[in-house]
């Protein structure tokens, strides 16, 4: 063989390795794109893994959290270490957020127009109700506070902003996690579990679907002391134009059995209200659903 015919049949084998399916070809460009998409995917995946916990994570209990092979995640922590959104624990090797960032989160909490509209309703609502009113969005399968105003009755001091809750066990994050999908659900069964909180804490995953499907129904979550023995919440959706939840509105406190429909109608009503402000302003963040599902990884 030449070597000119060496080099056509060259060509031809890298033409035919790109042929699709469908008989046309990858664009190669498009293939390098998807893979920039699918990393940054994965590495939004294990920086929300780390968020969701409050405590350092290694290397393979990253891999189970977000599903990716350990070779996969120990080369994407080195990334996230290199630009500062991770650290890494020098004596356990372990990983935690950076502080770069935490400094990107921290002026958002400040700029955010959703966070600072949402003061005037949560305000509204702490005053008539006299408990606390919270803004929550989730944070992986963790409902974590965006913005809080305390009422007169408040309960709760040391529930502070940026600290993930155990979603299943609380208003905002159930009613949260019944608008996501089941297979996002499942993992959270699989991954961590329903742990008990108080006697009345749903830690039977049947039993927990049976009250997502309810809550769907009725269009508010009711969580009747799941998380704190010392008191209870009730949450209504903020919503998109596609009715996908922005975040969830809590009312949280020693809320009485019989005061529980004219709150819920108060916090449908502010929930509503909000929606309506941020679709006018064109203000729309992204769903509180848009999270990364899992995916299997092979580690290369």
């Known amino acids: 063989m030449s070597p000119a015919t060496g080099a056509l049949n ?3 084998t890298g033409m035919t390795s790109k042929l699709t399916s469908h008989g046309g070809f990858v664009n190669e460009r498009e293939n390098r794109d998807a893979g920039h998409v699918r990393a940054v995917s994965r590495a939004t ?16 209990e990253l891999a189970q959290f977000v599903h990716l092979s350990p070779a996969s995640v120990h080369r994407i922590l080195g990334t996230l270490v290199s630009v500062g959104w991770v650290e890494q624990n020098s ?6 957020l950076g502080m770069h960032a935490i400094g990107i989160g921290s002026v958002g909490m400040v700029t955010n127009p959703v966070l600072h509209d949402a ?11 006299g ?13 974590v506070q965006l913005s809080r105003v305390a009422g007169a009755h408040t309960e709760f001091i040391e529930f502070e902003p940026g600290h993930p809750q155990p979603a299943y066990a609380m208003a905002d994050g159930k009613l949260l996690l019944s608008y996501m999908p089941y297979e996002q659900r499942r993992n959270l069964y699989e991954n961590d579990g329903l742990r008990r909180f108080t006697p009345n804490t749903i830690t039977d995953p049947d039993a927990m ?3 997502f499907s309810r809550i769907q129904e009725q269009g508010y979550a009711v969580d009747n002391f799941e998380r704190f023995d010392t008191g209870r919440g009730i949450a209504a959706p903020v919503l998109d134009a596609d009715r996908r939840p922005i975040a969830a509105m809590l009312c949280l406190g020693k809320i009485e059995p019989d005061r529980d429909a004219e709150i819920i109608q108060q916090l449908l009503s502010l929930a509503r209200e909000m929606s309506e402000r941020l679709r006018a302003a064109g203000d729309l963040p992204a769903s509180a659903l848009d999270i990364a599902m899992p995916e299997t990884d092979s580690g290369h």
Do not use: C, F, N, Q
Request: charged share 25%; net charge positive; glycine share 4%.
């Open 119 to 129: 003061r005037m309703y949560l305000s509204r609502l702490a005053e008539w109700s």
């Open 131 to 143: 408990h606390d009113a919270v803004l929550s969005t989730l944070v992986g399968v963790k409902a």
């Open 209 to 211: 679907e049976a009250e």
């Open 45 to 60: 995946r294990i920086v929300t893994a780390l968020a969701e916990h409050p405590y350092p994570l290694g290397i393979v």
């Open 10 to 12: 060259d060509v031809a």
């Open 91 to 96: 004596r356990t090797a372990k990983y935690r």
